[in-house]
């Protein structure tokens, strides 16, 4: 089985849209949406679900006022910054530690280490993930819980139960939207991925994002691939972008031109590929034989 | 004043808006910092040019096991909540990309054979970008855990009257370590369905975190109706519109201020800057 993954360093650059027409031109595969924390995907596939799951990344601390002595050990020891005297006065008269849910990484250290065994530590839902339908096959989806932990567990999540459908399904290939940047939740949907397709734009943004994403793919050693996306908006850049990628060992594929039809596909809820047949349907379609040659 | 710019969806604008804003206000007087949180992929200098004075390492500790002194025991295994180390058989295995740099592990081993041994996950960069005080943080290539080096930069502030804080795209870990402490979170959205969706969230987030917010469309014109629609449904007030216009788009890929380079830009970022300003007084004012 083999995974294509889609990623960008800068966010912005057209994956979605790319991934989306991917969709409606490959045969036979899976979908899954890794970007969890800002998914979009759905939006153009509309997609039937068919099974929910919610999803425990991890525990969450919490200090029991009334059992607090007010030691502070708990502060002294996370090394997130997450607990301060903030919390209220108990009946014995002590002011208690808080510790800012925001700001807990769900470590435990403060858990194991309080001396009155004054904190909670119960496992929390921080996200679901779905299983669902759509006019180009089956999708798999997650929607991290707002202003949650643990991104790169649940992309995890998402791209095992994307293989096991596949696999249930007699399928050969998982396309995957990732996720822009090159942290947690990008390395979890590209750690031992098949392909990875970076979709840039020419702008100086763009290179300089670029080379720090090719970067992390060598550092895990996948094959990638690259497109210049909206590359009439700066020809130029668009040389700088390629000639860097050969350089570097990354496999320049087809560009793709600015076409207001991008933005017209989005709103009409359908990809490009789907909306237009020429000028940059065309370049997409250029752009997915020539990534598919490669998986 | 800690102004965060912050959009949900990635490529809307944010670095725009937050290097023009920073270069418009100090231009009238006002201590200004810049800081770019966005550490996975910071491009803030690409457009603000910064001399750069000083550079430090962000270190955070990852387990080195000494085997003269393990006994096996596997306690810091049953610590570790991110499967960051474990014993197999006669081995400790670490897997230092999973580390939360939490120190767990070194605690809890009876015999002391964990030591938390700094590695450099990052880099801080200060210096000056004319009037604007300028720090970025950088994420080390293949390094998982951004926030520390959110934290890292944000704790180089000054005595700033105010500071543009740079925010990631999404709403998850780093993004909150950004906006949550806050005067204002600034939105930059663009007016498409993608757009709208991931407005959505950031909006989400920003209330969770009781930040107060305000919109700023960017590539006004474009798409459609949606984005305008829910601000005025959900009572928030969109401060600006950048319209849609090929030469901001020419001057962005150019690495250049569209303050500078565009015609009528400067006086947006002026009114944005007055607008938010009027916001946090009027906030101010609620609260005495």
Redesign the interface.
Known sequence: MKELVVISGKGGTGKTSVVASFAALAENKILADCDVDAADLHLVLEPDVKEQMDFSGGSEAVVRAEDCVGCGICAKLCKFEAITQDGPVNSSGVKTFLIDPFGCEGCGVCVEFCPAKAIDFEEKTNGESFVSETRHGPMVHAKLGIAEENSGKLVSFVRDKARKLATERGVDLVIIDGSPGIGCPVIASITGASLVLIVTEPTLSGLHDFKRVAALTAHFGIPTLVTVNKWDINPEMADRITALADQGGVKVVARVRYDPAVTQAQVARTSVVEHATEGIAADIRRLWEEVSAEL | MKIAIA??????GK?TVATNLAHTIAKTGVKTAYFDCDV??P?GR?FLSPQIEASHPVT??VPEVDMSKCTLCGKCGR?C??SAIVVVGKKVLTFP?LC?????CA??CPTGAIEDVPHEIGRIEEGWAGPVRFVDGS?E???????PVV?AVKRRARDEDVIIMDA??????????TT?DADIGILVTEP???GL??LK?AV??LR??EVPLAVVINRAG???SGVEDYCRDEGIEVISRIPHDRRI??S????DLIAESVEGMQQVFEDMYKRIAAMLEGAAEQTE
Request: hydrophobic residues 30%; glycine residues 18%; aromatic residues 4%.
């Open positions: 959009s949900g969806k990635g490529g809307t670095t996975e992929e491009n690409i955070a500790g610590m909540r991110f990309e939360h740099h939490c120190g767990g605690l809890v994420l290539v293949g390094v998982s855990t951004g926030p934290r990631p795209p999404g709403t998850a870990c780093p993004v909150v370590e949550k498409t369905p993608f969706n991931d969230l989400e987030m969770l975190l474009i798409g459609d788009a020419e962005y890929s150019r690495g």
